[in-house]
C-alpha cells in the first residue's frame, strides 16, 4: 500500500511535469479564439462603411433575428409596464430630478439610445431592422463611440463631443465591425457610467472608475479581483438583460437554485452567493445569515458609493440657472475638486447649483422592489418635498429588506396652475426655446409640455424633489463590509427606519432605565449603609468579630 | 430515621442562640465543584455584563460583533454549568440550603438595619447544614427562582429570535424580551455591588472571602457532628 502510495506520488509528478512542458509548448503555439467565428475573416464586412446603420444591414444579413430580440428590450423602447403597478414607465415616460426628460430633447438624450435616428419621443423608435445599433454593444475595438447630440449616430469626423464628453473622433466602422464579441463594461459603462450628463452623475454606484477599479473599489470588477464585466452578473436572454430598476429583486428566496442549476435568469447577489453566505458555525456567521431575510447583502457589503476618486451628483437646483456676469455671459463656478484632482461644476447658468459627493453613505429604506414613480399626470403637493419615486416596502410585509439607496436632492419645474410635475425643452442650439440656448423657463416648459402632449396652464415654480437610486454595484471587500456597531448603536446608520426593534439601538429603553433605577436604589442604599456604619463606628471592617 | 427527620431542628441548628457544648472547628464547607461554581459564575456575569454594557453604547472597548460573540458563548457556556449545578444540588441535598425560611430573619434583617451601626455580634452563627443566614437564603431563593430565570429565559429568547420571528407581532415581543432582558441584567448587576458590600460586614474583606477560595470556614459543630466527621469524613475537618 505504501509502495504504490509512493509510485502514484511518482507518476503524478512526471504527468504534472509532462503537463508543465506541454502548457510551455502551447504558449508558443498561436492563440486558439474562444469564438467560432473572426469576424474579420468575413466577407461581409471587407468595406468601408459609411453609417452605422450600414454596418447593422452587415451583421443582420447573418444575425438574422438579433434586430427584433433588440427592439424587444428596454434597451431600444425605453418604456417598461411595472408588472406591480401597471404605470407606464422607461426614459420615454418618466420625469427625473437630472436633465428631467427626453421629449423635447430627443438627440442628445437619445445619443444613448441603442439604435440610430430616434428624434420623436411621441413616436417610438425608428422601425427599421438597420436603425438597431450593434456596435455600441458589440464592439471590441475600443474606438466606436456616439456622438452626444446626434440621436444615437457615431461621430464620422473629428467635431463635436461623445456621450462620454470626450473631444470626438473619426470612428472606423471597419475596424469596429470586425472586432465585435461579448458586450465588456466598456460597452455599458459609455452609456450607464455617464448617465445624467457627465461621469458617475446619476447613479452614484456606477462610474468610468469601474473599467479598472481597485478591490477596494470593487471586488468583483477590479482585474485584482474577479475581473467580472457587467455581464457577468447582468445575465442576458434574447438580447433582454437580467437587473431592473423599475422592477428590483429585493429579495432572492431561492438562492443559488437547485444542485447543479446555474441560475442565469437574475442578477441578484444570491443567485451565486446562497441565502447563508457566511461562516455558518461561528456566532458572527450565524448571526449574519440571520440577517440576510431582513438586510440586503448591498447594506453592509457598500458601505459607502461614489468611492475610487469619481464624485457623484447629489444635489441639483434648477431654480438658480440662468445667471450672467456683468458681460452677459453664462455664469459657470467649479467649486469642487473630486478624488481624481478633476475639478466639477457648482454652479452652471444652464443648469443652477450642483452638489457632489464622494464616499457617500446611502440613504437606508425598507425595499420591496417595487418603485412607484410621481409621473407628469399626478397631482402634488408643492408645499413639501415631492417624491420623484417612491420606495415601495416595510418591514411587515414579509417581501422587504434594507436597501442602501442614492437620494438625489433636486430643485425643478413643476406647473404650478395645475400642481404637476414639468417637462421642459432645455437642448436644442438653433431652437427659440431650449433653456440651454435662451434661459427663458416659460418657453421652455412650454416647449417641453407640448413636445410631451400635457396639459399646461403657463405658469410654473420649482419644487423640491427627492429622488432614490438603488445602489448595488462597488462591492466592497469583506473585510470592508460595514461593522455591526454601525448600525446596532444609538444614532447609528438605521435610525431613520422603525416598526423593528434593533438591539444597541436604544441603551435607555424602558426596561433599561427601569432596571437601572433599580441598581441605582440598591447602590444608594449601599452608600448609605456604609456612611452610617462610617458615622456611628459600628460594624468597622468587623474588627470587633471575635 | 423517618422518625427523625421530622423532628424541626434544635434552635442552634438554625443559627440563632448559641450552643452550649459546640466546638468551632474549622470544615470544609465549600467542596471544590462547588467553589469552581462560584468563581466561573462571577466570571461569567462580569464578561455578560461587561460585553452587554459594550453593546448598549455604555464602551467602546470591543467590537459589537466580539461582544455579541462573547455575550452569546460565555451564556450558554454559564447555562451549561447551571444545569450541572443544578443536578449537583438536587442529587446532593444541598438545595436545601437554599430554602427560604422565617426564624431568624427578623433577627438578621434588624441587624443589618441597627444592630451594625451599634457594634453588635452578627446574630447568626453558621453551622454544619446552615451555612447561609435566612436573609441570604431568601435573597438567592429569590435569585435562582426568579431573576436568573428571567435573565437567561429572556436571553435565549432573544438569542433565537430568528426562529420565531414569524410570529405575529415578533418586533413587539422581541422589544419586551429585549426589554426585560435589560431591566432583569440591571438587577443582577445591583445584586453583585450588593453581595460584594455584605463581605465586609461582620468582618473583614478578606476573611469573608476566604472560604470560597479555599473552601473552610469555622463553624460550631455539636459533638455529634464533630464524632461523625472525625469518624467518616476526616478529610472535611481542617484542624
Known amino acids: 500500500m505504501r509502495g504504490y502510495g509512493i509510485g502514484a506520488v511518482g507518476l503524478a509528478a512526471i504527468i504534472g511535469l509532462c503537463g508543465a512542458l506541454g502548457a510551455a509548448a502551447q504558449d508558443a503555439a498561436p492563440q486558439i479564439s474562444e469564438s467560432t467565428t473572426d469576424h474579420s475573416k468575413l466577407k461581409e464586412l471587407q468595406k468601408d462603411f459609411a453609417s452605422g446603420p450600414e454596418v447593422t444591414e452587415a451583421c443582420l444579413s447573418c444575425h438574422t433575428e438579433a434586430a427584433t430580440q433588440v427592439k424587444h428590450s428596454v434597451h431600444w423602447k425605453w418604456e417598461f409596464e411595472s408588472p406591480s403597478t ?190 447563508a453566505p457566511h461562516k455558518a458555525l461561528s456566532v458572527t456567521g450565524t448571526k449574519l445569515n440571520d440577517h440576510v431575510d431582513r438586510v440586503a447583502c448591498q447594506t453592509c457589503h457598500i458601505p459607502s458609493f461614489a468611492r475610487g476618486g469619481v464624485a457623484t451628483k447629489t444635489g441639483w437646483d434648477w431654480s438658480t440657472a440662468g445667471r450672467m456676469d456683468a458681460a452677459g455671459k453664462p455664469v459657470h463656478e467649479e467649486g469642487y475638486v473630486q478624488g481624481d484632482g478633476k475639478a466639477l461644476h457648482t454652479y452652471l447658468a444652464t443648469k443652477g447649483d450642483f452638489e457632489w459627493g464622494e464616499n457617500v453613505v446611502p440613504h437606508y429604506a425598507w425595499f420591496n422592489g417595487q418603485v412607484n414613480y410621481t409621473t407628469t399626470d399626478e397631482v402634488i403637493d408643492p408645499t413639501g418635498v415631492v417624491e420623484i419615486n417612491r420606495i415601495d416596502g416595510s418591514p411587515d410585509d414579509g417581501r422587504s429588506r434594507i436597501w442602501p439607496f442614492k437620494r438625489m436632492e433636486g430643485r425643478q419645474a413643476y406647473d404650478s396652475g395645475l400642481n404637476k410635475l414639468a417637462y421642459s425643452n432645455v437642448w436644442g442650439p438653433t431652437t427659440d426655446t431650449a433653456f440651454w440656448t435662451n434661459f427663458d423657463w416659460s418657453k421652455a416648459i412650454e416647449a417641453g409640455m407640448k413636445a410631451a402632449g400635457a396639459e399646461y396652464s403657463g405658469q410654473y415654480g420649482f419644487v423640491d424633489t427627492h429622488m432614490y437610486w438603488p445602489i448595488t454595484h462597488m462591492v466592497a471587500p469583506a473585510e470592508n463590509a460595514l461593522a455591526c456597531r454601525d448600525c446596532h448603536a444609538e444614532n447609528g446608520r438605521l435610525a431613520g427606519l422603525s416598526g423593528f426593534y434593533m438591539p444597541g439601538s436604544r441603551p435607555l429603553s424602558w426596561g433599561a432605565l427601569a432596571g437601572m433605577l433599580v441598581f441605582a436604589m440598591m447602590a444608594a442604599g449601599v452608600m448609605l449603609h456604609t456612611v452610617l456604619r462610617l458615622i456611628t463606628r459600628g460594624g468597622k471592617g468587623g474588627t470587633t468579630h471575635d | 430515621m423517618t422518625d427523625t427527620s421530622h423532628k424541626p431542628p434544635a434552635p442552634f441548628e438554625r443559627g440563632l442562640t448559641p450552643c452550649p457544648d459546640c466546638a468551632e472547628r474549622e470544615v470544609l464547607i465549600y467542596p471544590r465543584f462547588e467553589r469552581l461554581w462560584h468563581w466561573s459564575q462571577a466570571g461569567s456575569i ?127 415581543w422581541l422589544e419586551l424580551v429585549a426589554n426585560v432582558h435589560l431591566a432583569v441584567a440591571w438587577i443582577v448587576a445591583g445584586f453583585v455591588i450588593l453581595h460584594i458590600y455584605l463581605l465586609t460586614i461582620g468582618h473583614s474583606f478578606r476573611e469573608g472571602v476566604r472560604p470560597m477560595i479555599v473552601g473552610t470556614e469555622t463553624v460550631a459543630l455539636t459533638p455529634e457532628q464533630e464524632a461523625y466527621l472525625e469518624r467518616h469524613e476526616t478529610w472535611r475537618l481542617v484542624d
Open chain 1, 86 to 275: 401597471g404605470q407606464i414607465l422607461g426614459k420615454s415616460n418618466v420625469v427625473n430630478s437630472f436633465c428631467g426628460n427626453v421629449a423635447s430633447n430627443e438627440p442628445r438624450c437619445t445619443s444613448c439610445h441603442t439604435g440610430y435616428g430616434w428624434t420623436d419621443m411621441s413616436e417610438p423608435p425608428p422601425a427599421e431592422a438597420t436603425a438597431v445599433d450593434c456596435l455600441v454593444c458589440h464592439d471590441t475595438s475600443g474606438q466606436y463611440t456616439k456622438l452626444d447630440s446626434a440621436a444615437g449616430h457615431p461621430p464620422l469626423e473629428a467635431k463635436g463631443k461623445t456621450i462620454t464628453g470626450a473631444d470626438a473622433w473619426v470612428v472606423d466602422l471597419k475596424k469596429a465591425a470586425q472586432s465585435v464579441g461579448q458586450p465588456g463594461r466598456e460597452n455599458c459603462g459609455s452609456c450607464h457610467f455617464y448617465g445624467g450628463g457627465g461621469d458617475n452623475v446619476k447613479h452614484g454606484d456606477l462610474s468610468s472608475v469601474l473599467y479598472h477599479p481597485s478591490p477596494e473599489v470593487d471586488v468583483h470588477m477590479s482585474p485584482d479581483g474577479e475581473n467580472f464585466t457587467c455581464s457577468t452578473c447582468h445575465h442576458s436572454d434574447k438580447h433582454i438583460f437580467a437587473g431592473s430598476r423599475y422592477d428590483v429583486h429585493a429579495m432572492d428566496p431561492e438562492g443559488t437554485g437547485k444542485p447543479g442549476q446555474v441560475r442565469q435568469d437574475v442578477a441578484t447577489c444570491e443567485s451565486c452567493h446562497g441565502n
Open chain 2, 46 to 172: 462580569v464578561i455578560l455584563m461587561f460585553t452587554g454594557l459594550g453593546m448598549n453604547g455604555w464602551h467602546n472597548l470591543l467590537s459589537f460583533e466580539m461582544a455579541v460573540r462573547l455575550h452569546t458563548l460565555v451564556a450558554l457556556a454559564l447555562l451549561l454549568l447551571w444545569v450541572f449545578a443544578t443536578f449537583w444540588l438536587m442529587t446532593t441535598g444541598n438545595w436545601k440550603v437554599f430554602l427560604p425560611r422565617v426564624f431568624g430573619l427578623f433577627a438578621v434583617a434588624r441587624y443589618y438595619a441597627f444592630g451594625v451601626f451599634k457594634g453588635e455580634h452578627h446574630p447568626y452563627q453558621k453551622s454544619l447544614a446552615q451555612r447561609l443566614n435566612p436573609l441570604q437564603a431568601m435573597a438567592y431563593a429569590a435569585l435562582k427562582t426568579v431573576v436568573f430565570p428571567l435573565v437567561w429565559g429572556t436571553g435565549l429568547v432573544y438569542l433565537t429570535y430568528n426562529f420565531w420571528e414569524t410570529l405575529p407581532n415578533a418586533p413587539f
